[in-house]
């Protein structure tokens, strides 16, 4: 074997030098801190100092994987037969493994590891050494053995299956230990012998001992990996372990935060610190039972893959795979960060040199700190962040600093939120890291490579779902790691503890000299950032706020480049299908398919529980909402960016930059000598006011300044938003900044990439769009609407050719950006040969009128309700608001008549626009308290309303709103009472409210009042006053889900603003006419029925009784109702 | 007043914490009644409980002149001798039950009187108006009246209760005024209607013809009354913004309070610097700015309460069996030529800020306002370098405040912009 391997061996040693130089080096420290460890432990044996053999070393090893296979059970010996079969070849790969490092480590050694030569030095001769050490290593490994087996018979007891795999596991560790040294100790040894081939000899002796004892390793590692799998099994099958008491939710944030530090510790190659922390748990009684398998397993895999890693890259070149990693992120997916060129250039370079000096003191008190961290902590059974320190190189624990500093508002941010971010941030990152380490990348770049082919091959066929396509490749390639990857999301304390940190060591060294900008000044170092403390309500809130100094440095020199993390801007090619609720959109970036509340995970929970093919209609209308490409509407960008950079527009949204801000007052103690007590608070007042004005302006710039930067970005590209949901099912594309939720703006400047012909009704929906986007003519009918457009097609045309010079129709819209590029897109088609078969690719939007009340007008089956809101058809749009407003006047007018000074004082203040936002809001559960607020503030803007009754005029028209919809809505009342009155019941119970919605989607309430870290107490007010419109939002969403995938089937482009949907011109009818049906084939089903029987067969079963029949709802569901109008009304107001 | 300043109460001050300490706590009223009516100085006869409701033993050097029984159902025209009938208490308390509103009530006449008792030996010759807040049937307010205090304003804030004061009003001679207005809801914070019983003091200072005065003039207002619970802290807060800034009822002059404050506040007020839990920067602000005097302890069961259920006596670490009358009279010497009520808002600023953290070094904080300058700071302060924020005395504060305002450094300091900033969170005004 030595003959053969040799010439290759010299080979491949030139070319590979370098990845394993880093390796070795993680070895090199391993290997000395057993050496120590084994040095005290060994004390006993190595006084006999009786010298065994290889051979002994030999058999020690099979026993330790005999047992294991034992505890293992049926499972286990199928495991061993499998690596048996395999042995000969990963023999054969490990030996020239071996060898090559074996090799390299003689030209190394002598220089690294010098650290074990002085600490050894003394108790080792060079003849005899190796032996002595396998001695002890033998009798180390037989100590573990024993000592986990004695812990095994005690363990007895709890008896679980799971615990005995558990105990198992341990000797195959233990066995594991020993090999490890051995190998350290050969290199130390080998460095120190004084003839080269006499060390080659030793060398290859070792090599051979170690071979065998790794190929064990190796079949114990798939032992391990079959009772790894066993466990899970276990795991899934006893649903106590998932149950939502308290009880067991404190051990799961436990565990969760244990497996996390595992997890830093496995990835940063501090093995030993994991593996003593799990010890140190384990060895407590207290704390072991905070242990769960998974635990144990991570210490197992570890040192299994310790095994494995060689024999991969002994396969691999690994630097090829590099390269293709490389690709992949510049590609698709830009692993961590992006540079943006902002719109408005400046000049200056003087931040981008503090940044340097910064950085360099960053790291460098990283480092330090670091030391003094790992110092010290090991023995604790507290958890350190040192670990968490270790994951990401220095340069990007500095990175993520420095740019936060780009978005701290100079008022200040409180030390929370900032902690929070910068944690995200840090776990993002290390999730790509790992993934990378994982060499989940590769896999995911084929299987991703092939299903965008597939995407792109039969995008005109639809029978198959993207999810399942996705399915299927990977079904195809099945070996390898699995891409859920099975990283844990940090516990939010990890993540605020090392965000604190790393602010922390901003506050602490970040600093600048206090005369840069004026030299005037005493030149000192000053720190950049201050944690300082603001009282909210008195309670003192943690804030760290930048000296003005760093806020004028930044307005200054406003930074030629942004940064943004990758999974802040939209994809550059289609977000991978969400295949389960743990799985999809980014490639790398780890999303939630359900967005929650920090520390919420009853979510994951409930849907790691329900049935993969229940979600998967959920699963695919997001997939399709995602799979939508769009692109930028660069004209009509270029106009607003220009704007931008001039002085900005507050009647046109574009906000303007801070020079045009008000000029804060001075107030000094000169001046106010001379005032009155009156005119100084009044002063103060101003001061106040105009400081609130500038940070809200300085917010609304920088803002916009984000999303018309990345928009500019994306100036030519095709993009994707991929899309995820809050808990109750409505949809949101995941970048934050830039999306079409956003503003007119935002909106104005997306279109599909995907153009369609406008077809023979097209340009008639163009215009009707246009009309409803101006706001006008709300209560004509489609064709008065159409017949509008035809009138002002001067106006339209003008608007489109001279936007800034010409007649300035467009700026009066309500949404003027929308509707100016609207005109532009009516212009080009009307110019176009023949506009049927004009190219759009402008989005048409279809706007629900009071979704909410629909919802409730079907569930309640209300005539005189469903005619308000569209449900029934009708010559003219109805409009809800202003039928509400004419039930509040006749009230009035009839107070009034009786005598009702308040009532006489309304005539003629009764609106539309006064009781608007209160109708819509009723139905999501605004309380008489905010309704009455909202009014107020709609009394106030009207100038000729006596002020002096403002407060009673809006005391008076809440109740009168809430009266007059109580008349058109019967049926809502009593079902949102009766909603209402579930919750109640159930959250008084001790239960969080639950329900599945019709499309499977499982739902739970977030609401909890956290009293302290660990114990979570249900908010009953909030359960149940949030039940009713969460319950009308789930429905909500469903309706749109079901729309969106039957517009997929139809070969529609959908999207979807909650109630606002979108499609091509072309395809407007298709969808209305889709949208109509699924609203009666939801509608048609027993809804409240099949809640209420949910809900009794959930919270009932025991020795609870409550009244959950919805008495006044089951009445004849014969009736279906025809819904005509339901998407032809007015353009939704903005949520 | 003035003989018990905060200074110089300290060391004595932590005797009230301990029940037993006989020398402020008065364990039951009657016995507190006999003991301080057998003292000496004590104005008025003795006036035993049970021969309360009798007007027969009205004192003759009564300058009222005169008043009903009971108001509502008699008006029999009373001599300018008689004694003002404070009702049965039966009554008082039904009709205390009755008020929509949730809050406690003084009716026990013996309370009353005691009360009356710790406003003063001169009531009759003192100048100073008595604002007496949310008086409720008043007992209180006929006991200071028969007390021969010259003027009493009540501010009432629950309408139901005006009839009964304002017909009082009627029989008296200017004596008494009676306002709708509840004083914790002077120049409130919102942008709300004003109506009553929100009110902007200087309209109320104005109607009742109280015009400014110097700070070092003699105590212009005083105020009994008992703050409403659930905003105790909050109300103490904005108090003590409208002192330092000299706004609202501080223009007025220093007007002294003298208000029933839970045990428990009342122990965080007077926490002395080291006691790292309840020494905060809202005890030391108020032993800054005023002499603090623990009048009475009286307790909770003494007072009647207009809903049971809802006012439950909170709980706290600190003991909290009482309520403490409480009076703090605003220091002539606070402000000086370096502290004015236009930087006194950045003191405040200064001392929340340190006292955020107890255990913070003092020299950190410093440092962090104007750096290198800490050091060189404390040297002049005589103190040690280390010293926490949480072992420096309020009026040290002040002098540091003082030195910190002469400093050129500090004046360079951003964050002297930060104070307005701050106190718009607080919303005083």
Not at chain 1, 37 to 59: D, I
Not at chain 1, 704 to 710: N, P
Request: proline share 5%.
């Amino acid at each position: 074997m030595l003959i053969f391997s040799l010439p290759f061996l010299f080979v491949v040693l030139k070319a590979r030098i370098q990845q394993l130089q880093s390796d070795v080096i993680v070895d090199v420290q391993h290997a000395k801190v057993q050496f120590v460890k084994a040095s005290k432990s060994g004390t006993g044996a190595s006084s006999g100092n009786s010298p065994k053999n290889v051979s002994g070393e030999r058999t020690e090893v099979p026993k330790a994987g005999q047992t294991s296979c034992k505890g293992g059970g049926q499972t286990g010996k199928g495991g061993g037969k499998d690596a048996s079969a395999s042995k000969s070849r990963w023999m054969e790969k490990l030996s020239q493994e071996k060898k090559t490092k074996t090799k390299k480590l003689k030209q190394k050694l002598g220089l690294e590891d010098k650290p074990v030569k002085s600490s050894k030095g003394k108790l080792m001769l060079p003849g005899t050494s190796h032996k002595t050490i396998s001695t002890k290593a033998g009798i180390k490994t037989a100590s573990t053995a024993k000592k986990s087996k004695t812990l095994k018979n005690q363990e007895h007891t709890v008896a679980a299956a799971k615990q005995e795999h558990t105990m198992a596991a341990a000797p195959v560790a233990a066995a594991n230990v020993p090999i490890r040294k051995a190998k350290g100790k050969g290199k130390a040894l080998k460095e120190m012998a004084p003839e080269l081939s006499e060390a080659r000899n030793r060398s290859e002796e070792l090599a051979e001992l170690e071979r065998k004892a790794e190929a064990k390793a190796r079949e114990l590692a798939e032992v391990e990996e079959l009772e790894r799998k066993l466990s899970q099994w276990a795991v899934s099958a006893s649903p106590e372990l998932v149950q939502d008491n308290s009880e067991a939710r404190v051990y799961g944030d436990v565990q969760r935060s244990v497996r996390c530090y595992l997890e830093a510790c496995v990835f940063c190659g501090d093995i030993d610190r994991a593996h003593h922390f799990l010890l140190s748990h384990h060895r407590m009684v207290s704390r072991r039972n905070l242990l769960n398998i998974g635990l144990y397993n991570i210490m197992m895999r570890v040192w299994a893959k310790k095994v494995i890693n060689f024999e991969l890259m002994s396969r691999v070149d690994i630097r090829q795979n590099i390269h293709i990693h490389v690709f992949i992120h510049q590609k698709h997916t830009r692993p961590c960060s992006i540079r943006v060129r902002p719109c408005c250039l400046f000049q200056r370079d003087l931040l981008a040199v503090q940044r340097l000096v910064w950085h360099k003191a960053l790291v460098g008190a990283l480092r330090e700190s670091r030391m003094i961290l790992s110092s010290g902590t090991q023995k604790a059974v507290k958890l350190s962040l040192y670990p968490y320190l270790c994951l990401l190189d220095e340069k990007d624990y500095v990175d993520i600093m420095i740019q936060s500093l780009s978005n701290l508002p100079p008022s200040g941010e409180s030390l929370h939120i900032l902690a929070k971010e910068l944690g995200n941030r840090v776990h993002n990152k290390f999730c790509i890291r790992m993934k990378e380490h994982n060499q989940i990348v590769d896999k995911l770049s084929h299987i991703y490579n092939e299903y965008t082919e597939l995407l792109a091959k039969d995008s005109k066929e639809f029978d198959v779902l993207p999810r399942e396509r996705w399915w299927k490749l990977e079904a195809e390639h099945s070996s390898g790691p699995s891409l859920l990857g099975d990283e844990t999301h940090w516990p939010h304390m990890v993540v605020v503890e090392l965000g604190t940190y790393l602010v922390d060591l901003m506050v602490k060294h970040m600093k600048v000299n206090s005369d840069i900008l004026n030299s005037a000044y005493d030149r000192k170092l000053i720190p950049v950032l201050y944690h300082m403390y603001t009282f909210r309500s008195n309670k003192q809130v943690g804030f760290i706020k930048p000296h003005p100094i760093l806020t004028q440095m930044q307005q200054d020199a406003m930074d030629t480049t942004l940064t943004f993390d990758s999974y802040v801007m939209p994809m550059l090619c289609p977000p991978v299908p969400w295949t389960s609720a743990k799985f999809g959109a980014y490639l790398l970036t780890p999303t939630k398919m359900m967005r929650a509340v920090e520390g919420a995970n009853q979510h994951e929970i409930l849907l790691e529980k329900c049935q993969d093919a229940d979600l998967h209609a959920v699963l695919d209308s997001l997939n399709q909402l995602g799979n939508t490409a769009w692109r930028i509407n660069q004209p009509l960008l270029d106009i607003i960016i220009s704007i931008f950079n001039d002085k900005g527009s507050e009647k046109l949204d574009v906000p303007p930059p801070n020079s045009e801000a008000p000029k804060i007052p001075r107030y000094n103690q000169q001046d106010s000598v001379t005032f009155t007590s009156a005119e100084k608070a009044h002063l103060k007042r101003e001061v106040v006011n105009a400081k609130k004005k500038c940070s809200e302006m300085h917010s609304l710039r920088m803002d916009a300044l984000y999303k018309l930067s990345i928009a500019n970005h994306m100036r030519d590209e095709v993009f994707w938003f991929p899309h995820n949901m809050d808990f109750r099912g409505r949809t949101y594309p995941c970048p934050p900044y830039f999306n079409h939720l956003g503003s007119d703006v935002t909106r104005a400047v997306l279109v599909f990439a995907e153009g369609k012909p406008l077809g023979p009704g097209g340009l008639d929906w163009l215009k009707v769009h246009l009309v409803n986007l101006t706001g006008l003519k709300k209560r004509s009918s489609l064709a008065g609407r159409l017949e509008y457009a035809n009138s002002i097609m001067d106006d339209i045309l003008d608007s489109a050719d001279n936007p800034l010079n010409g007649k300035k129709w467009w700026q009066n819209a309500d949404e003027p950006w929308q509707t100016l590029a609207c005109c532009m897109e009516i212009a080009n088609a009307v110019r176009s040969p023949d506009p049927t078969h004009f190219i759009s690719h402008f989005p048409v939007h279809q706007d629900g009128s009071c979704n909410g009340l629909q919802h409730y007008a079907a569930l309640g089956r209300d005539v005189i309700g469903a005619t308000s809101v569209n449900l029934i058809p009708c010559e003219v749009p109805q409009d809800v608001y202003s039928g509400v407003a004419q039930q509040v006047e006749e009230f009035r007018a009839r107070d009034a008549e009786k005598g009702l000074k308040i009532a006489q004082v309304l005539e003629g203040f009764i609106s539309r626009k006064v009781v608007k936002q209160t109708v819509m809001t009723v139905v999501y559960g605004v309380t008489r308290y905010g309704g009455r607020l909202q009014i107020e503030k709609r009394l106030k803007e009207i100038d000729d309303f006596p002020k002096e009754y403002v407060w009673d005029a809006s005391h008076y028209l809440v109740h009168q709103v809430f009266s007059s919809l109580k008349e058109m809505f019967t049926g809502t009342r009593e079902i949102q009472d009766w909603l209402t009155e579930s919750a109640r019941l159930i959250a008084k119970s001790g239960s969080t409210v639950e329900w599945v919605t019709p499309l499977g989607l499982p739902i739970i309430q977030p609401y909890h009042r956290s009293r302290t870290q660990m114990v979570r107490v249900n908010d009953t007010v909030k359960q149940k006053n949030a039940f009713p419109p969460n319950f009308i939002h789930s429905l909500d969403s469903t309706h749109m889900m079901l729309t969106a995938l039957y517009c997929y089937s139809a070969g529609l482009t959908f999207v979807s603003v909650h109630d606002c949907f979108w499609t091509h011109a072309i395809t407007v009818d298709t969808m209305n006419k889709v949208c109509r049906e699924q609203f009666v084939a939801l509608h048609s089903q027993p809804i409240l029925q099949e809640l209420s029987n949910f809900l009794l067969k959930k919270y009932c079963s025991g020795l609870l009784t409550l009244t959950l029949v919805p008495k006044p709802l089951l009445r004849c569901l014969g009736c279906v109702l025809r819904v005509v109008n339901l998407l032809e009304g007015e353009p939704s107001p903005p949520d | 007043y003035g003989k018990c300043s905060a200074c110089k109460a300290r060391p004595t001050l932590k005797q009230p914490a301990s029940p037993c300490s006989p020398r402020v706590l008065l364990q039951r009223r009657t016995f507190s009644l006999d003991s301080l009516s057998s003292g000496p100085g004590r104005p008025q006869p003795q006036q035993a409980r049970t021969d309360r409701a009798s007007p027969s033993s009205a004192p003759t050097h009564r300058n009222l002149s005169a008043v009903a029984v009971s108001v509502q159902d008699q008006s029999r025209p009373l001599g300018r001798y008689d004694f003002l009938d404070l009702g049965e208490v039966e009554e008082n308390t039904q009709r205390a039950q009755l008020c929509r509103t949730i809050r406690r009530f003084i009716i026990d006449p013996a309370l009353a009187k005691l009360v009356t008792h710790h406003l003063g030996p001169d009531l009759e010759d003192s100048k100073a108006a008595i604002f007496e807040c949310n008086p409720g049937p008043g007992v209180l307010t006929r006991t200071l009246l028969n007390a021969g205090a010259q003027r009493v304003v009540t501010l009432e804030g629950d309408k139901s209760f005006l009839p009964d004061l304002q017909a009082l009003e009627c029989l008296l001679d200017g004596q008494l005024e009676v306002v709708h207005c509840d004083f914790f809801k002077l120049d409130p914070m919102g942008r709300g209607s004003m109506r009553p019983p929100a009110m902007y003091s200087d309209k109320l200072f104005t109607d009742l013809g109280i015009s400014e005065a110097n700070w070092t003039d003699e105590v212009p207002v005083k105020v009994v009354g008992m703050f409403p619970q659930r905003i105790e802290r909050s109300q103490l807060w904005k108090l003590l913004y409208v002192l330092f800034d000299r706004l609202s009822i501080y223009r007025y002059g220093r007007v002294e309070l003298n208000l029933f404050i839970s045990e428990k506040e009342y122990l965080k007020l007077m926490a002395k610097p080291g006691d790292m839990l309840n020494y905060r920067a809202f005890g030391a602000l108020w032993q800054m700015a005023c002499h603090i005097e623990l009048l009475h302890k009286e307790p909770w069961a003494s007072f009647v309460t207009s809903s049971k259920n809802k006012l439950a006596i909170p709980k706290s670490r600190l003991p909290n069996d009482n309520l403490c009358l409480v009076r703090m009279t605003p220091r002539k010497d606070l402000f000086s030529s370096s502290l004015t009520p236009s930087n006194a808002a950045t003191l405040v600023m200064m001392v929340k800020q340190c006292l955020a953290k107890r255990k913070a070094r003092l020299v950190d904080r410093l440092n962090m306002w104007s750096p290198d300058s800490g050091p060189k700071l404390l040297k002049e302060m005589g103190m040690q370098e280390d010293v926490l924020t949480g072992h420096v005395y309020p009026m040290e504060y002040k002098q540091l405040f003082e030195l910190v305002d002469k400093s050129q450094e500090f004046t360079q300091s951003w964050l002297y912009e930060e104070v307005l900033e701050n106190t718009q969170k607080e919303g005083w005004i």
